[in-house]
Structures are given as C-alpha cells and as structure tokens.
C-alpha cells in the first residue's frame, strides 16, 4: 500500500495531485508547524497581466497547522472568488466546475486547514482520483519528530510504500523506513505544459485551477502524460 504524506496547502499546484493520484492513502500532516514562505496559505493563478498571488489573511497566534485560524476581518472570499471568475470564467470548463467552488467561498471558515482540506478533497473529486484521506491529528498520539515522525504515520496505516516529495531528501532517513519494512520511494516530477488561456509562453507551478479550468475532464490525464516512475533516489 503506497502512502503520501504533506501539509494541507491552499489550491495545491499540479505537482502536488501528481502525488495523490500515485498514492493508496494521503496524509494531512496539519499538526506540522507553519513554516515562513510555505504554500500553507497562498498560491498562484493566472490572469491576463500574468500571475497573481491569492493570499489567505492568518491569525498568528498558532503555529500548529491544524490550530491555525483565518482573520476573518479582512474580506479574502470575496476578493479570492472575484479574482478567479474574473481570470477563468472565459475558460472551456469554467461552466462544469463553478458552482461547486462557489458554494466553499460562500462558507464561512474559521480554521484554514479545514478551508483547503475541502478544496483538496473536491479537487480529487473533480479529478476522479481514488485515495483514502486521513489527518496526523486524529490519531491523537505523538509520532515523534522528522523522518521517524513520517515512517511511524505510514507503519500505523499498515503501509508498504511511502511517496515523498524531493524536499524529503532534506530530512528522510532510510533506515527509519528499512527498520519497519517500509520502502522508501521519491516523487520524479515532470511539469506538463497544456493550452493555458492566458499562457504565452507557459506559465508553470500554478494551482491546479488553471488546468481544471482550461481543460476539465482530461485533467488527469495531462497530469499522467509526463509521469516518471518512482525512484529510489533524486
């Protein structure tokens, strides 16, 4: 069974699916402390003056990502849903998906993971890709730290393949992972480029939003089309 582990990132890029859609069982690590420049809370599309930035306002007064509030005092919904349909409402597909993003930016949120925990989860819908969700805090125990942290996630779930992102190679250590039968592969990401609205030439690393919109039901499998086999090593 083949597990992936990351933090729950607002309107996640394409990279970030490309792991989902390889995995059996995705985890949030929500009670992974925010970190400065992460994409926890914003993320790119793409307009026709070029990329644009949706930020969602933080409380700072929590670092644990599950803990982490939104400042409702600022009026981000608004400003975040006028900015894409104003950027993707001219898109082929911007008809078969609107209304089911709507309906989340018309929610009032209090917590952010749970805002992109919703937005991942239909994304995945939209997508058709088939993985089990789960979150490190429901299971109410300390996993401990770094790389034994993400080989005890994937033990408890009974896992045989752990998928990691080539930023792991920053901490993982592969006999966290040997010692408990668990082999330890690497997500070989390559961008697929794809008719964009705005995109000439290709604008890569947006949220997945830009090739939802612009090509809907074959998503997927333009993800697919440049995916490299798992590796053992980057």
């Given at each position: 069974?083949?597990i992936a582990?990351?933090?729950?990132?607002?309107?996640?890029?394409?990279g970030?699916f490309d792991?989902?859609?390889?995995?059996?069982?995705?985890v949030?690590l929500d009670?992974?402390?925010?970190?400065k420049?992460?994409?926890?809370?914003?993320?790119?599309?793409?307009?026709p003056n070029?990329?644009?930035?949706?930020t969602?306002p933080?409380?700072r007064?929590?670092?644990?990502?599950?803990?982490?509030?939104?400042n409702?005092?600022r009026n981000?919904?608004?400003?975040?849903?006028?900015?894409?349909e104003a950027s993707?409402?001219?898109?082929?597909f911007w008809?078969?998906y609107?209304?089911?993003?709507?309906?989340?930016y018309e929610?009032?949120?209090e917590?952010?993971?749970?805002?992109?925990i919703?937005?991942?989860t239909?994304?995945?819908?939209?997508?058709?890709?088939?993985?089990?969700?789960?979150r490190?805090?429901e299971?109410?125990?300390?996993?401990g730290?770094s790389?034994?942290?993400?080989?005890?996630?994937?033990a408890?779930l009974?896992?045989?393949?752990?998928?990691s992102g080539?930023?792991?190679?920053?901490?993982n250590?592969?006999?966290?992972?040997?010692?408990?039968?668990?082999?330890?592969?690497?997500?070989?990401f390559?961008h697929?480029?794809?008719?964009?609205?705005w995109?000439?030439?290709?604008?890569?690393?947006?949220?997945?939003?830009?090739?939802?919109?612009?090509?809907?039901?074959?998503?997927?499998n333009i993800i697919?089309s440049?995916?490299?086999?798992?590796?053992?090593d980057?």
């Amino acid at each position: 069974m083949k597990i992936a582990i990351h933090q729950p990132n607002y309107l996640p890029w394409i990279g970030y699916f490309d792991k989902l859609d390889q995995s059996d069982c995705f985890v949030f690590l929500d009670k992974a402390d925010i970190s400065k420049g992460s994409l926890f809370n914003r993320n790119y599309i793409l307009t026709p003056n070029g990329k644009l930035l949706l930020t969602v306002p933080i409380k700072r007064d929590e670092r644990s990502i599950h803990l982490v509030k939104i400042n409702n005092l600022r009026n981000w919904r608004m400003k975040h849903w006028a900015s894409i349909e104003a950027s993707y409402k001219k898109a082929p597909f911007w008809h078969l998906y609107q209304d089911r993003f709507k309906q989340i930016y018309e929610r009032d949120w209090e917590y952010l993971s749970e805002l992109n925990i919703a937005l991942i989860t239909l994304i995945c819908e939209l997508l058709a890709i088939d993985v089990k969700f789960f979150r490190e805090s429901e299971f109410h125990c300390d996993f401990g730290k770094s790389s034994e942290r993400i080989s005890n996630i994937v033990a408890t779930l009974g896992g045989t393949v752990y998928i990691s992102g080539k930023g792991g190679k920053n901490y993982n250590r592969r006999e966290d992972f040997e010692q408990k039968g668990i082999q330890l592969l690497y997500q070989h990401f390559t961008h697929p480029a794809y008719d964009q609205q705005w995109g000439k030439p290709f604008t890569d690393k947006l949220s997945i939003l830009d090739l939802l919109f612009n090509h809907g039901t074959d998503s997927l499998n333009i993800i697919r089309s440049t995916r490299n086999a798992l590796v053992k090593d980057l």
